[in-house]
C-alpha cells in the first residue's frame, strides 16, 4: 500500500494529510499525533487518557470527542478505526508524522485512577480523593449489575457486531419551540421556524444528541403543560439540558429572553438585536458554551424553510394530532414549494399516524426521488424510517431490506435514538415472518441503545418488545415478567400514556 506523507505542526496546530490541512484542538492535535506515531497499533482509551490529558480529571467522553473532530475534519478518508472495547488505530501508513512526540509509550502505562488523585470541586463542594475512588467503586458495580442484567437477556448468533457498546452518555438537548409574544400574526410562523433553526445549528454534532421537530412534538404529546413547566420532560425523555427562550419585538428592535435548563441548574439572560438571525446565533453561540462542543455554527437561514405560514399550521395541527386537517395545508404546501423535503416528509409522517401506510409510502418515494441520494440530509435518514415502517405494516418483503438501510443512515449520522426505534422494527420483521430466534437479538440491541440514552418511555418500548417475543414463544411467565418489567417503569416515571398499550399487551398474554 502506497504510504500516505502526515506531518503535525505543534506551532499553529495543524496536521497535514497528503494535501489537506486541518486545524485542530490542541487535545485533539495531541491525540492524533500519539496515534499516527503509533499507526496501525490498538491504543486504549485508558492509554489515550494517560498519554494526553495526564494529570487532568476527564471523561471518557473527551476521547470520543477528539476521535470524531478528527474524523470530522477529514471526512472522506479512513483516518481512525474504532475496535469496540479495545480502541483505536491510526488507519494510514505514514512516512512522516513529524518530529514532535507527544509522550514515550512506555510513559502512558500509568493506570487510570492514579490521574483523579486530584481535588476538584463541584456545585456542592470539595470531593476528596476518597469519595472519588467511592464513587469508582460503586460504578464499578453498578456496571457489574447491568452487564449481568444484559446477560440475562435472550441473544442470538446472527447479531452483527453494532456500535451500541462503544456510545457514550453525552448532552442530550430538547429545544423547545419559541414562545411569541406580542408579535404580528404574520410572524407567528417563527415559533417553530426558529425552532427548527437552532435544532439545525446541532444537528450534525457527534458529541450531542439534539431531538429534531418531530421527536419535540411526540415528547410534549407525553404530558400536560410541558412547554409551561418544562422541568416535567426529564422524567420523559433522556433529555440533560432543556432550552426555553420567547421572542417580541418588531423588525429592528427584537428581544428574546432564554432559559438554560439542566436537572441541578438553570441559566437565564435576554438577548437584544436588530434580527431574528443575529438572535438565534447568539443563542446557538451560548448553547455551545454550555455544552461545551466546539461547533462551527452556520449563518441562519430559516426562512427558506418556513416562510410559508402553509407549513407552520400544519406543524401547529401535527403537535395537536390533528393528521387531517394538517394533510391539506401540507398538500399545498408541496405545490409551493414542489422542490423542498420538508412538506412531503410531514405529509408521509401525517398519513404514517393516520394508519395510511400505502399512501404515506408513496409520499416518501416521492421525497426521496426529490432529495436523491443526499444521505446527509436529516430528511433523507428519516424517510427511509418511515418507509421500512410502512412496508413492514403492509407486510411487503422489501421492508427488511429498507429497515437495514435506515440503520446504516442511523449509524452513520449518529442519530443513537432512532438507531434503538430501528433495531426495534427489525426485531418485529422477524417476529411478523414467524422467526422469533432472529428477533431476540435486534431487541437485545435496541434496549442497550436505550439504556444508554435513559430514555424512559424508549426504555418501556423495549420491554413490551421483549413480551411481544415471548408471546411469539408462547412463554406466558416470561412475557409477563416482561410486562412487569414495563408497568414498573411507567408507574414509576409517570408514563399514563404508556397505558393503552401496556393494557393491549395484557389482554394479548392472557389470552395465551
Known sequence: MESVKVSFNSDTGEVTIDDV??????????????????????????????????????????????????????AGRDVIKTFPRRGYSWLIPSTDVGADAVVNAEAVTAERVKRIDVQTTTKSGAITTRRVLAGVAIGLVLLSLFT???????????????????????????????????????????????????????????????????????????TKNAE????????????????????????????????????????????????????????????????????????????????????????????AADYVSAQSFLESAIITFPDAPEPRYWLARALYLQQASEDSLQVINEALNTLKSEESN?????????????????????????????????????????????????????????????????????MKYQQVLNCPMGIVQSHLDWADYYLALQNKPEAMRALSDAKALASQRSLTQTLPLINAKSQKIQQL
Do not use: C
Request: hydrophobic share 40%; aromatic share 10%; charged share 15%.
Open 21 to 74: 490541512t486541518r486545524s485542530l484542538r490542541p487535545k485533539t492535535f495531541q491525540l492524533a499525533q500519539f496515534l499516527a506515531e503509533r499507526s496501525g497499533q490498538v491504543i486504549s482509551k485508558d492509554v489515550l487518557l494517560s498519554a494526553v490529558w495526564t494529570g487532568s480529571i476527564v471523561e471518557d467522553q473527551a476521547v470520543f470527542q477528539s476521535i470524531n473532530e478528527i474524523r470530522k475534519a477529514f
Open 378 to 446: 436529516r430528511y433523507y435518514a428519516r424517510l427511509y424510517y418511515l418507509k421500512g415502517s410502512a412496508l413492514l405494516n403492509l407486510h411487503q418483503d422489501d421492508a427488511l431490506l429498507t429497515l437495514q438501510h435506515a440503520l446504516t443512515l442511523a449509524e452513520k449520522n449518529n442519530d443513537w435514538l432512532y438507531v434503538a426505534y430501528t433495531q426495534s422494527l427489525i426485531g418485529h420483521y422477524y417476529l411478523q415472518t414467524q422467526t422469533p430466534e432472529q428477533a431476540s437479538g435486534y431487541f437485545t440491541e435496541a
Open 148 to 222: 449481568v442484567y444484559l446477560i440475562k437477556q435472550p441473544t442470538s448468533s446472527a447479531i452483527a457486531t453494532t456500535h451500541a457498546d462503544s456510545v457514550v452518555r453525552h448532552p442530550v438537548v430538547v429545544i423547545l419551540p419559541v414562545s411569541i409574544t406580542g408579535m404580528d400574526n404574520s410572524q407567528h410562523w417563527l415559533r417553530f421556524g426558529a425552532m427548527d433553526a437552532l435544532i439545525q445549528q446541532f444537528s450534525d454534532s457527534p458529541d450531542i444528541t439534539v431531538f429534531q421537530p418531530d421527536d419535540v412534538f411526540d415528547i410534549l404529546k407525553r
Open 228 to 319: 409551561q413547566h418544562p422541568e416535567s420532560l426529564f422524567n420523559l425523555s433522556a433529555a440533560t439540558l432543556i432550552v426555553e427562550s420567547a421572542l417580541n419585538g418588531v423588525p429592528g428592535d427584537y428581544v428574546m429572553t432564554y432559559r438554560l435548563i439542566s436537572p441541578v441548574s438553570e441559566v437565564k439572560g435576554v438577548l437584544h438585536d436588530v434580527t431574528v438571525d443575529t438572535l438565534l446565533h447568539q443563542l446557538a453561540e451560548l448553547l455551545s458554551e454550555q455544552l461545551q462542543v466546539n461547533q462551527t455554527l452556520r449563518p441562519v437561514n430559516f426562512e427558506e424553510q418556513f416562510r410559508n405560514t402553509l407549513i407552520y399550521n400544519a406543524m401547529q395541527l401535527i403537535a
